[in-house]
């Protein structure tokens, strides 16, 4: 093996030192760009986490996101524009009961109803009465509604409803509150609406008014499905022999 002259080793050296920066710069780089990676994973997690709304938050536990509020009672009112013809959709339960399109229909709240105001309100005997729209108004409403939704049966026989109902807090003229809702089964034509939800949401008022369910609990059951508004509050779906609540208070005629 040929001796290395003291310039070669110099050289030599010189390349190994050169081989180890480099060697060492690669580590470095790959650790680096892993460590990014993983942070950018950690970062990417904490904005999916923190932007997460409040709807989905709720849905991912079980519950039913915020519900819109409207503008509340007006002292004069005036008719709302409604979803465009034909894109509004009903749903049907197992038992065949209609419920609204929730993008055209969500529901929305009256801000001038909350737990605190309860006794001035929707507690009030007459409450209703008092803030309700008048029937130029919603009639006008309920035949462009009934277009929305693509509904062509009689007039007389479906029901232009508040999906929260005014008893309940909903927003009296909000047209993301209102919809055409058709007849439920056992109809009879002609026989006018034959509307079992009315008699819920007499119970979930006089539950709320007597302690019994939250206000805002009641309003998001009564918005994601009036069929299983009671037994989603733990309230009883029968009522007991001479119960008051078992009598149906009409909102929405």
């Given at each position: 093996?040929?001796?290395a002259?003291?310039r070669?080793?110099?050289?030599?050296?010189?390349?190994?030192?050169?081989a180890?920066?480099?060697?060492t710069?690669?580590?470095?780089?790959?650790?680096?760009?892993?460590?990014?990676?993983?942070n950018?994973k950690?970062?990417k997690?904490?904005?999916?986490?923190?932007?997460a709304s409040?709807?989905?938050s709720?849905?991912?536990?079980?519950?039913v996101?915020?519900?819109?509020?409207?503008?509340?009672?007006q002292?004069?009112y005036t008719v709302q524009?409604?979803?465009?013809?034909?894109?509004?959709?009903?749903?049907y339960?197992?038992?065949?009961?209609p419920?609204?399109d929730?993008?055209?229909?969500?529901?929305?709240?009256?801000?001038k109803?909350?737990?605190a105001?309860?006794?001035?309100t929707?507690?009030r005997s007459?409450?209703?009465?008092?803030?309700?729209?008048?029937?130029n108004?919603?009639?006008?409403?309920k035949t462009?509604n009934?277009?929305?939704?693509?509904y062509k049966?009689?007039?007389?026989d479906y029901e232009?409803?508040?999906?929260?109902?005014?008893?309940l807090?909903?927003?009296?003229n909000?047209?993301?509150?209102?919809w055409v809702?058709?007849?439920s089964?056992g109809?009879?034509?002609?026989?006018?609406?034959n509307n079992?939800?009315?008699?819920?949401e007499?119970?979930?008022?006089n539950a709320?008014?007597?302690?019994?369910?939250?206000l805002?609990?009641?309003?998001?059951?009564?918005?994601?499905d009036?069929?299983t508004?009671l037994?989603?509050?733990?309230?009883?779906?029968?009522?007991?022999?001479?119960?008051p609540?078992a009598?149906k208070?009409?909102?929405?005629?």
């Amino acid at each position: 093996m040929p001796i290395a002259t003291p310039r070669a080793a110099s050289v030599l050296a010189a390349v190994a030192l050169l081989a180890a920066a480099l060697t060492t710069g690669c580590s470095s780089d790959s650790g680096s760009k892993s460590s990014d990676t993983e942070n950018a994973k950690d970062t990417k997690g904490a904005k999916s986490s923190a932007s997460a709304s409040p709807s989905a938050s709720a849905a991912a536990a079980g519950g039913v996101g915020a519900i819109p509020v409207g503008p509340g009672p007006q002292g004069s009112y005036t008719v709302q524009k409604q979803p465009e013809p034909g894109i509004c959709h009903y749903q049907y339960t197992a038992a065949k009961e209609p419920l609204p399109d929730s993008n055209c229909t969500p529901g929305a709240t009256n801000p001038k109803v909350t737990q605190a105001t309860l006794k001035s309100t929707i507690c009030r005997s007459g409450y209703t009465k008092d803030i309700r729209p008048p029937v130029n108004i919603t009639s006008r409403e309920k035949t462009a509604n009934a277009a929305s939704y693509g509904y062509k049966g009689s007039m007389k026989d479906y029901e232009y409803d508040h999906l929260i109902s005014l008893q309940l807090g909903g927003d009296p003229n909000d047209p993301r509150n209102l919809w055409v809702e058709p007849p439920s089964p056992g109809h009879k034509e002609g026989a006018g609406p034959n509307n079992p939800k009315d008699v819920v949401e007499t119970k979930l008022k006089n539950a709320i008014c007597s302690g019994k369910a939250d206000l805002v609990k009641a309003q998001q059951a009564i918005a994601h499905d009036w069929t299983t508004a009671l037994k989603t509050l733990g309230l009883p779906e029968k009522a007991a022999k001479g119960d008051p609540t078992a009598v149906k208070d009409p909102d929405d005629e």
